[in-house]
């Protein structure tokens, strides 16, 4: 029985986790790693940190579906790929065998600037940590004021500072949150967009720090790089993603960033029974953002092409597709919209992002 392995349980592989049942049918067993049971979909999670959802209304319980639908679920995570003897190494110990293998191992935010003893730090992924900085913002909420930190120019510090200062406004305690933004606020960003996430951010009272990079984050503290030093009593970091270690310390062909070197059919460019899609891959044909409308946009084609891997079939090319519908989450129901120049702000923006999310997580969670 051809045996079909996938790494990860994030938003790349949920159409195939999706279609285990018929993959069983034509003769193929499934097995999936994950780190645990549920899986958080980031496009949600700053919303979380606003308490605007549960950790239930943004993740899957991906484990359940696994085993409901008739595949094998571990909770672990990969630490090597030997892709000569098709075996992959997992930080239990265990070695599973593969005919097939897909990566959909994410992403992570580098922790170079941040002392390894540090306390309530919260980088913005893995997403439960999101909801830990929640739970931080209002235990110390309940004992007195709360400075907040946000390091990070992009998008997701936009979305983590609009929304860690709703978490403590919900708490009635006074504060402060303060973004340190490095050397220009959301730099690859049209002007338009610039100039309403600085109006949104006025609006939630976030102070925004622009002209130096954090150096530095340890207890408490921010340090930048001009020789500035700030107080924090909670610290976010957002300082952009990247891939998985894995398939460098794998030897495998990795890109400019680390992820695994993909073709068009979204395989490996040198073993052709390894594929990968979302945030952990490096996409040849040309450099794609880690924004999770990929990942969604890979799902079909991942799934026919590990099937045409498994029974010899002719293989699909992936199109990443014109310009995506961009939506930032900033905060008290708020948002901003932008898609080919046409930008607007405010609660109308929230309400399309809000309903298009729910509708994602709606058609994977079990019923």
């Known amino acids: 029985m051809p045996s079909l392995l996938l790494l990860g349980a994030g938003h790349a592989h949920m159409t195939v986790m999706e279609a285990i049942p018929r993959l069983i049918e034509r003769g193929h067993s499934v097995t999936v790693v994950g780190p645990g049971e549920r899986h958080y979909y980031s496009g949600m999670g700053p919303g979380m940190l606003g308490g605007h959802y549960s950790p239930e209304d943004i993740s899957f319980p991906v484990r359940q579906m696994v085993t409901q639908r008739g595949g094998t679920f571990i909770t672990a995570r990969a630490t090597r790929i030997d892709p000569q003897r098709k075996h992959v190494v997992l930080d239990s110990g265990q070695e599973l065998a593969y005919d097939v293998c897909s990566c959909n191992t994410g992403s992570h935010v580098p922790s170079s600037i941040v002392d390894g003893d540090a306390t309530d730090v919260f980088p913005v992924k893995p997403i439960e940590n999101l909801l830990a900085g929640r739970g931080s913002i209002r235990r110390r909420a309940s004992r007195g004021a709360v400075r907040i930190a946000v390091v990070g120019g992009g998008p997701a510090a936009l979305e983590v500072a609009g929304n860690a200062a709703t978490a403590l406004t919900q708490t009635g305690a006074q504060g402060n949150v303060a973004m340190y933004a490095g050397s ?57 993603v990247v891939p998985s270690p894995l398939f460098a310390a794998s030897g495998l062909p990795v890109g400019k960033d680390g992820g695994l070197a993909v073709d068009a059919h979204l395989r490996c460019t040198e073993y052709d029974d390894i594929f990968g899609g979302g945030d952990c891959i490096w996409f040849t044909p040309q450099p794609l953002a880690k924004v999770g409308v990929y990942a969604v946009r890979q799902n079909p084609v991942l799934l026919h092409n590990l099937a045409a891997r498994l029974e010899g079939g002719p293989l699909l090319t992936f199109s990443p597709g014109g310009e995506y519908l961009l939506i930032f989450n900033t905060g008290s129901g708020r948002g901003i919209l932008h898609k080919a120049g046409f930008t607007f702000a405010g609660r109308l923006a929230f309400m399309v992002k809000d309903w298009i999310d729910r509708r994602f997580i709606r058609r994977f969670q079990p019923h």
């Open 184 to 240: 220009s606020f959301l730099r690859r960003f049209p002007a338009r967009v610039r100039e309403l996430a600085r109006k949104e951010l006025q609006k939630a009272r976030v102070k925004l720090h622009e002209g130096a990079y954090a150096s530095a984050v340890h207890t408490g503290e921010v340090v930048l790089d001009n020789g500035e030093r700030y107080e924090a009593d909670i610290i976010f970091t957002a300082l952009g």
